[in-house]
């Protein structure tokens, strides 16, 4: 099946910093989703990017399919940015099931 | 009021009880899915139902079975919960057609002593 890794797994921040987080996949895909898992477990959808560039606040994301990579910017990080984020792929030769990678442990300190 | 839910949110059993988790959605999409976390990881498919009477399999799914009643509603089941399937559990749902975002529910923290 299709490998999705991400990095790092874990990462400190003091506030006001600025961080890239990165997922690789191996295969070709229709379409890639961010979510944030805040402290208190739920999923929050951050984009659905299969390719390009957007913005929301704060964070900004970037899928370049043809490299099989996408990057999810932090800038100015806030306490509240602490959680685990996930990138989560689906391939339509997998009957469009989502493939979540391990996920990248954020710690934001004030 | 949020467009998936799940209930109960939290619960706790014992070893050898029949659980349900229940899911229910506000979106119209035909897709329901059912994750399974365990504590540092990420989430695992246990079941994806693509429509009623389409009901199909994912990665973890022995021990458990679903019901789809409904378009709206996706039930998960425990038949004889043990305490390896402690886990969080989430609901998701996705439109059809090529292009589709998975939206997620608040998650059921379900631990089996």
């Known amino acids: 099946g299709i490998q999705v890794e991400q990095s790092p797994p874990d990462l400190i921040l003091q506030e006001g910093a600025n961080s890239t987080l990165r997922c690789n996949f191996s295969?070709?895909?229709?379409?890639l989703q961010w979510f944030h898992q805040n402290p208190w477990g739920q999923l929050i959808n951050l984009f659905y990017?299969?390719?390009g560039t957007k913005q929301n606040g704060r964070l900004s994301a970037t899928t370049v399919a043809t490299e099989r990579y996408s990057l999810l910017y932090i800038s100015s990080s806030q306490t509240t940015d602490s959680g685990v984020y996930f990138c989560?792929?689906?391939?339509?030769?997998?009957?469009?099931?989502?493939?979540f990678g391990a996920g990248t442990t954020v710690t934001v300190r004030a | 009021d949020a467009d998936v839910t799940q209930t109960p949110r939290n619960r706790i059993t014992k070893t050898g009880k029949r659980i349900m988790l229940e899911c229910s959605q506000t979106?119209?999409?035909?897709?329901m899915y059912w994750y399974r976390q365990d504590p540092g990881l990420g989430l695992q498919l246990i079941y994806y139902?693509?429509?009623?009477?389409?009901?199909n399999k994912g990665e973890i799914s022995d021990g458990y079975s679903v019901s789809r009643q409904a378009q709206a509603k996706f039930s998960l089941s425990l038949e004889s919960a043990i305490p390896n399937q402690t886990a969080l559990y989430f609901c998701?749902?996705?439109?059809?057609?090529?292009?589709?975002?998975?939206?997620f529910g608040p998650g059921t923290r379900l631990t089996v002593l």
């Open positions: 990017i299969p390719s």
């Open positions: 139902s693509f429509d009623v009477k389409d009901i």
């Open positions: 998701a749902t996705r439109s059809s057609g090529e292009v589709g975002e998975q939206f």
């Open positions: 295969d070709s895909v229709n379409n």
């Open positions: 989560a792929v689906e391939l339509r030769s997998n009957d469009y099931k989502l493939s």
């Open positions: 979106k119209g999409h035909d897709r």
